[in-house]
C-alpha cells in the first residue's frame, strides 16, 4: 500500500530532530508492513491545537487525489490536539479512502479500535490544555515576584540565580549607545553598521538589521519596567536608558514613521519634517 507520513513538533523550544525521529519510526513501521512510503509532510512548530497547518492542509487536499491509501504518523497527538479538529480531518481521509494509522499505537479497525483511539485522542487534548493551564499559573506566580517568566531576553540584561533582570555590564552601555545616537541625528543604517562594526549581536545572537534596532529603541524594558500581559510595573528591572533620552527618542520615532523615504536619502534635506505637499 502507498502511504505518506506526517510529522510535527509544536514549538521553537523542541528539537528539529523529533522531526527525524518520528519520520524514522514511521518509515520501519511501514517497511515492518510492507507500506511504500511516497511523501513525507510536516509542520514544525506549530501547535496541534490549531487548523493553520500548511503540510496538514496540503495532506488532506492530496488525500483527494488518490495518490496514497494510508497517512502514517509518530502517535495519534502528532495528527492533533483538538479533539473535534482530529476527528473532522481523520474523517476527511475516511470519504477519501484513507486510512490514518498511528506507528508507536495499536488501534485496530472495529469498534472497540476507534473508540480506544478517540480516547487517546481526547487525552491529547487534554493533557495539551492541562499543560497550558500549568504554565499559566507559573508564569502568573512569575510575575507576582517580578522574576523572568521565559522568552528572549533583551540586550543589555541577564538573568541572575534567582531569575531576576540584571544589568550586563559588558552589553549595556552598548544598548547606551544606541539610543544616544539615535537621539543625536544617527540613521538606523549607521547605528547597525557601528553596532556590527563593533560584533556586537542582538540578543538573539545574529547581527543587527533595521527591524532589531527599533525593537530595542521602542522596549520600555529600559526604563526599568516589568512587562507582564501588557501590565508594566517600574523599578522592578534595572533601568539602562534615561527618562529623558528614552523621551527624546521616543518623538524623533514618531517623527521619522511620519516620513519613512528619510531613511532613504542619500542626504541629509533641511526641511525635512518641517515642508509638505499640499
Not at 74 to 101: A, C, H, P, W
Request: charged content about 25%; glycine content about 6%.
Amino acid at each position: 500500500m502507498n502511504a505518506v507520513i506526517y510529522a510535527r513538533f509544536s514549538s521553537s523550544s523542541q528539537r528539529e530532530a523529533s522531526i527525524e525521529e518520528q519520520v524514522k519510526v514511521c518509515r520501519e513501521y511501514a517497511q515492518k508492513h510492507e507500506h511504500e512510503i511516497v511523501d513525507i509532510y510536516s509542520d514544525n512548530a506549530i501547535s496541534g491545537k490549531t487548523d493553520e497547518r500548511p503540510s496538514l492542509r496540503k495532506l488532506l487536499a492530496d488525500s483527494a487525489k488518490h495518490k496514497f491509501d494510508t497517512v502514517l504518523v509518530y502517535s495519534i497527538d502528532r495528527f492533533g490536539r483538538n479533539l473535534m479538529q482530529t476527528l473532522t480531518n481523520e474523517n476527511k481521509l475516511v470519504i477519501n479512502g484513507v486510512t490514518l494509522v498511528s506507528a508507536t499505537e495499536n488501534f485496530t479497525e472495529d469498534p472497540s479500535g476507534r473508540f480506544f483511539r478517540n480516547m487517546m485522542m481526547a487525552q491529547a487534548q487534554f493533557y495539551s490544555e492541562e499543560l497550558a493551564e500549568k504554565i499559566k499559573r507559573g508564569m502568573d506566580y512569575n510575575a507576582e515576584r517580578y522574576m523572568y517568566n521565559g522568552g528572549g531576553v533583551p540586550l543589555g540584561y541577564r538573568i541572575n540565580s534567582e531569575k531576576r533582570y540584571e544589568i550586563d555590564p559588558e552589553m549595556a552601555p552598548f544598548v547606551q549607545t544606541i539610543f544616544q545616537m539615535y537621539a543625536d541625528g544617527s540613521k538606523v543604517s549607521e547605528i547597525t553598521e557601528f553596532l556590527n562594526s563593533q560584533g556586537v549581536k542582538t540578543s538573539t545572537g545574529v547581527a543587527f538589521n533595521k527591524n532589531s534596532l527599533h525593537t530595542i529603541l521602542n522596549n520600555r524594558r529600559y526604563l526599568g519596567y516589568y512587562i507582564h500581559k501588557d501590565v508594566e510595573t517600574r523599578g522592578e528591572v534595572p533601568q539602562i536608558v534615561s527618562d529623558e533620552l528614552f523621551e527624546r527618542v521616543a518623538k524623533k520615532l514618531k517623527v521619522n514613521r511620519k516620513t519613512p523615504a528619510r531613511a532613504k536619502a542619500k542626504v541629509e534635506y533641511l526641511l525635512t519634517t518641517k515642508l509638505f505637499c499640499g
